[in-house]
């Protein structure tokens, strides 16, 4: 069988089951695999994502109870939450254990890096709390660590797999910035509906995002930018433009000032008054 290093494990499916009768564990194994074969199509197969190691051993608990045989399994898996969550729905469909009836229910898909997080801020916490001499209050400390914490969540999206955050598609709103530490500044300040162009030209995804949805493209506060809002505006449906303090870059903004930008943004007809009918620049 596969195997599947500790480290690259994602989500574990944790399931419970119950047979009218006595089983052992290779039935239950034999089960799990024998039954949900081609429910899922080739990409799923149980037997093939084990070889592949992109899920690991199945581990099963059981007892018996008089004529019944009642028990935990666990699969942990590598694979996205969704193929995750897919698996284990097939697990639910399992209706036999050898000759015995059998119900299977899953009770848990735990998010492994998750619960790592979790644990890291706290034990980091600790460890500041015991070595540090310079009186940093927690409250302080576990707000830094829960920004990179945040700042870890960036995605790639569509086809030029521009960095952006995990609420870019359920947001009706979406805010546009320039590159990848633009994003991952934003997401520090808990901002999940951004996106980055990875550069100065508008790609073919934001172009299709901006026809979808409301836009705000965040720029620098510089020449560089104002020319870059001036290009998006030509080459996209951009509804508003928010500009860094002057003379200061979006990926180096605090908290405060991120949210002072976005609130002070201008529609896109003002900006080109401003810029271009009047031809300011700052």
């Known amino acids: 069988m596969g195997k599947i290093s500790p480290q690259s494990i994602k989500y574990i499916i944790t399931a419970t089951f119950e047979a009218d009768g006595v089983v052992e564990k290779p039935d239950v194994i034999g089960a799990i695999f024998g039954q949900t074969e081609g429910l899922l199509g080739e990409d799923l ?108 969540k960036v995605i790639e999206y569509g086809k030029e797999l521009l960095p952006a955050g995990p609420a870019i598609d359920s947001s009706n709103e979406i805010i546009i910035v320039e590159g990848r530490a633009d994003v991952v500044n934003l997401l520090k300040a808990g901002i999940k509906n951004v996106i980055g162009m990875n550069g100065t030209v508008v790609p073919a995804t934001i172009k299709r995002l901006s026809n979808q949805k409301q836009t705000t493209l965040f720029v620098d506060g510089d020449r560089g930018g104002i020319l870059i809002a001036l290009d998006a505006i030509r080459n996209a449906k951009i509804d508003f433009i928010a ?31 401003r810029y271009v009918k009047k031809g300011k620049r700052r």
């Open 45 to 152: 197969e149980l037997r093939e994502l084990q070889k592949a190691g992109k899920i690991g051993r199945i581990d099963v608990t059981l007892e018996i109870d008089e004529s019944k045989t009642k028990g935990t399994v666990e699969i942990p898996t590598s694979i996205d939450r969704a193929e995750t969550a897919l698996i284990a729905a097939a697990i639910e469909t399992i209706d036999r254990i050898g000759p015995c009836d059998a119900t299977f229910k899953v009770i848990n898909i735990e998010d492994v890096r998750s619960s790592k997080r979790k644990y890291i801020v706290e034990r980091a916490k600790k460890l500041l709390e015991k070595f540090s001499s310079e009186g940093i209050k927690l409250k302080e400390i576990e707000q830094e660590l829960m920004k990179h914490v945040k700042a870890s």
């Open 243 to 273: 500009r860094a303090p002057d003379g200061k870059e979006v990926e180096e903004l605090t908290e405060k000032e991120i949210y002072a930008s976005l609130r002070n943004k201008i529609s896109s007809e003002e900006f080109l008054k």
